[in-house]
């Protein structure tokens, strides 16, 4: 029974997370947003969490995810954050445009001069209460 729903988290997450052929976050380096410059991560530097892969810029990097995988993890499975408050719809994001907020990696979209972090930083309390109760709701 453990090893379905261990099996049934990972589909779920695959399913749901910000994915291109598994890999996370354009391949950009999900450490690297915490020295407040995203930077794209290396082949070589890969790692595969839970099935998704993560790429990093270092080996240094790659050590700091592995020893704590969930500090690093994009927040709302790595969709815009502004579109989970609003909406609660999986929108896709520039990989730049970021925000830290309580320790987690925030994204959010930004095409044809529409930044969604603008609107998300007018109403950041409200949006994150909502973006929290929307993602809870899909990943069940």
Same mark, same amino acid.
């Given at each position: 029974?453990? !090893?379905?729903?261990?099996?049934? !988290?990972?589909?779920? &997450?695959?399913? /749901?997370? /910000?994915?291109?052929?598994?890999?996370?976050? *354009?391949?950009?380096?999900?450490?690297?947003?915490?020295?407040? &410059?995203?930077?794209?991560?290396?082949? *070589?530097?890969?790692?595969?969490?839970?099935?998704?892969?993560?790429?990093?810029?270092?080996?240094?990097?790659?050590?700091?995810?592995?020893?704590?995988?969930?500090?690093?993890?994009?927040?709302?499975?790595?969709?815009?954050?502004?579109?989970?408050?609003? !909406?609660?719809?999986?929108?896709?994001?520039?990989?730049?445009?970021?925000?830290?907020?309580?320790? &987690?990696?925030?994204?959010?979209?930004?095409? &044809?001069?529409?930044? !969604?972090?603008?609107?998300?930083?007018?109403?950041?309390?409200?949006?994150?209460?909502?973006?929290?109760? /929307?993602?809870?709701?899909?990943?069940?």
């Amino acid at each position: 029974m453990a !090893t379905a729903l261990h099996a049934q !988290t990972e589909a779920s &997450r695959i399913k /749901n997370f /910000n994915v291109k052929n598994s890999l996370a976050l *354009e391949g950009y380096d999900p450490v690297s947003y915490y020295t407040g &410059r995203p930077v794209k991560g290396k082949a *070589e530097f890969s790692f595969v969490y839970k099935k998704i892969t993560y790429r990093f810029g270092s080996q240094a990097n790659l050590d700091k995810f592995k020893a704590s995988p969930g500090k690093y993890e994009p927040a709302y499975g790595g969709w815009c954050a502004y579109a989970m408050g609003e !909406t609660g719809e999986k929108v896709k994001v520039d990989p730049e445009t970021f925000k830290i907020l309580d320790g &987690r990696l925030l994204l959010f979209y930004n095409f &044809r001069g529409n930044d !969604t972090l603008n609107d998300w930083n007018k109403n950041e309390k409200g949006l994150k209460v909502k973006a929290d109760q /929307n993602w809870k709701k899909i990943v069940q």
